[in-house]
Nanobody, 126 residues
Framework: QLQLVESGGGLVQPGGSLRLSCAASGSTLDGYAIGWFRQAPGKEREGVSCISKSGGSTNYADSVKGRFTISRDNAKNTVYLQMNSLKPEDTAVYYC???????????????????WGMGTQVTVSS
């Protein structure tokens, strides 16, 4: 059974950077497309960025384009989300998730993601 654990969250000032990691256990990530999602207080969970199984295709929400970069290192069984120029509106719990269907696509359709981590808190505040 694939298990995912997020790390790297924390408190950062506006304009700062964080790198989130999503590490897998119980199985290897190289058979899955991976997505990062976030949920802010009082809001619905939304897709942030997703990456295909090979890493060759990526997808970003308009709100993070040009600021966030998703990548994967299948040898380390880890997916990353580099977040730069952080804004207060990026404050949320960030989750990584894995999808075993249509893995060549970087789509961020939440119901298609079967495996979820517990999340890591990101707070952007001065």
């Amino acid at each position: 059974q694939l298990q995912l654990v997020e790390s790297g969250g924390g408190l950062v000032q506006p304009g700062g950077s964080l790198r989130l990691s999503c590490a897998a256990s119980g199985s290897t990530l190289d058979g899955y497309a991976i997505g990062w999602f976030r949920q802010a207080p009082g809001k619905e969970r939304e897709g942030v960025s997703c990456i295909s199984k090979s890493g060759g295709s990526t997808n970003y929400a308009d709100s993070v384009k040009g600021r966030f970069t998703i990548s994967r290192d299948n040898a380390k069984n880890t997916v990353y989300l580099q977040m730069n120029s952080l804004k207060p509106e990026d404050t949320a719990v960030y989750y990584c998730a894995a999808r075993g269907l249509w893995t060549a696509s970087p789509m961020c359709v939440m119901p298609m993601y079967a495996y979820w981590g517990m999340g890591t808190q990101v707070t952007v505040s001065s």
